[in-house]
């Protein structure tokens, strides 16, 4: 949707040759006034779930303990499907330099769903288990994207299964990123599971070679999902050390809860409150952040959640025929901060305060 106020910023999703036609179409028709373009929202998780576990289109997958697929294989199709998007995203990339930028003067980037990685415990393994998790997780679109190949660790895990570059598709997806997106919402343990290697018919998830867990024992939150802003700011400085200081935008970052829950939303302001105040601290240390954008405006269906779970600052009354619609406590606080007003409600001001010094 394009605004008649504000900068308009566009995402568009990918099938090669004819996402190339159609990207051009965007291109030619709204250029002169989308001057951000995103090719790709969440790309490893429209594949993973897509391609792999097959929750979501096409519904692909080797059958599982989660899905009975009645097509795909999930060893060798999440590999085949990033191997083309990236292609997709860089011929269109292409098309859009050569033709677009000089006279629209826009930038093209590349959207990704990135958790905080942490080691389960301090061991060496574990610390390994981290690294290696990043590479597949980041470096398998960024590695093409600023090195023009697929990290070697993916390589030596996914053997055969992992496509090859030719050197022209090398060049062409190689320096075609301005700017990369994050969708970050929370944290992950990693422990190392060499077992996974040894699995038959190994998908990308057995390739990591790790076990996720979402909380430790002795964690301590009120919150379902933790607030780790100081994580996202060790991601974002991770990033820079191993591609450089790229333009970030944070696409995405918004709190989880249940759909029919108060609103009375104090945990969600906390959660904005954290993060948005680690984009000063990442700006403050140097790094390339040029924007951040809340998820989500209003309640709205999620592929997991379905209309179960909400990220809106705005509730939708579902029982509604007209869907009324009334502001959470959260959306006053986000008006009050974009206006650059202090707080209303002056418990706001104390509840973010406290939360800030335990983050």
Request: aromatic fraction near 14%; charged fraction near 20%.
């Amino acid at each position: 949707m394009i605004l008649r106020n504000g900068i308009p910023y566009l995402y568009m999703y990918v099938c090669r040759k004819d996402f190339t036609k159609y990207a051009e179409v965007c291109f030619r028709e709204f250029g002169d006034r989308v001057k951000y373009w995103t090719t790709v929202n969440e790309a490893n998780m429209n594949i993973l779930m897509g391609y792999d576990v097959g929750l979501a289109p096409p519904q692909r997958c080797s059958s599982n303990l989660i899905m009975n697929c009645s097509r795909g294989n999930s060893s060798t199709e999440p590999y085949l499907a990033a191997h083309h998007m990236l292609l997709a995203h860089a011929s269109a990339a292409r098309v859009y330099k050569k033709k677009y930028q000089g006279m629209q003067h826009g930038l093209i980037g590349f959207s990704h769903l990135l958790p905080g990685f942490l080691p389960q415990t301090n061991s060496t393994e574990d610390l390994m288990a981290v690294q290696r998790v990043q590479d597949f997780f980041i470096g398998w679109f960024m590695n093409p994207f600023i090195f023009g190949d697929y990290p070697d660790i993916m390589k030596r895990n996914a053997g055969s299964r992992l496509p090859s570059f030719t050197q022209k598709e090398s060049n062409l997806v190689k320096g075609s990123l301005d700017f990369f997106g994050i969708n970050f919402y929370y944290s992950v343990y990693v422990k190392d599971s060499p077992d996974n290697l040894k699995k038959e018919n190994r998908d990308y998830v057995a390739d990591l070679s790790a076990k996720f867990q979402a909380y430790l024992p002795n964690d301590r939150t009120k919150y379902k999902v933790p607030i780790t802003p100081k994580i996202l700011l060790r991601m974002l400085d991770s990033l820079r050390n191993a591609y450089g200081n790229i333009p970030i935008f944070i696409h995405e970052n918004g709190q989880e809860t249940p759909h029919n829950s108060s609103l009375d939303d104090w945990s969600r302001v906390n959660y904005l409150h954290a993060y948005i105040g680690s984009m000063i601290d990442a700006l403050r240390s140097g790094l390339n952040v040029k924007g951040y954008f809340v998820w989500s405006f209003m309640d709205v269906f999620e592929i997991v959640g379905g209309y179960e779970s909400s990220y809106g600052l705005y509730y939708v009354d579902m029982n509604d025929p007209n869907l009324g619609r009334q502001p959470k406590l959260s959306a006053k606080w986000y008006s009050n901060f974009l206006k650059g007003k202090p707080s209303m409600d002056p418990k706001i001001t104390n509840e973010t305060q406290n939360n800030a010094s335990a983050t």
